[in-house]
């Protein structure tokens, strides 16, 4: 039996992860800049495209069996 993930997990896990990652990309630009402008800046551009990145992955992830185990 094969061990199936939902898309809609897959998707709230990617957009809870990508909250995470975009206080911590905020915080670290802003800290070294102390410019808000430019963090905001990084922390939207950057959070766009690995969202997708990540979400894809994921996914791909998911249909692949190796290292799931059933109970």
Partial sequence: MR???SAKRS???AIT???VVMCLD???IYLFTGALHIALGFMVA???YTSVAYLLHERIWAQIGWGVHEM
């Fill in 3 to 5: 061990r199936l993930v």
């Fill in 11 to 13: 998707m709230v896990k």
């Fill in 17 to 19: 992860y990508r909250m």
């Fill in 26 to 28: 905020f915080l670290t």
């Fill in 46 to 48: 950057s959070n766009l």
